[in-house]
């Protein structure tokens, strides 16, 4: 019982990692593009469906 909770916690901790470094990425990517993604929404006029 011990290992397969051992695995399920090393299994989360990867998965939650695995998420924080997406969204890091994500972040990132709005942070330096961000403008430019707003200015070409708003020129197509999706900027209102966010």
Known sequence: MFV???NHMLLMAVAVLSFLG???L???GWM???V???LT???TGL???L
């Open 4 to 6: 397969r909770t051992t």
């Open 47 to 49: 900027s209102w469906c």
């Open 36 to 38: 430019d993604i707003f």
């Open 26 to 28: 994500a972040f990132q």
């Open 32 to 34: 330096a593009h961000g």
């Open 41 to 43: 929404l708003s020129q």
């Open 22 to 24: 997406v969204s890091l």
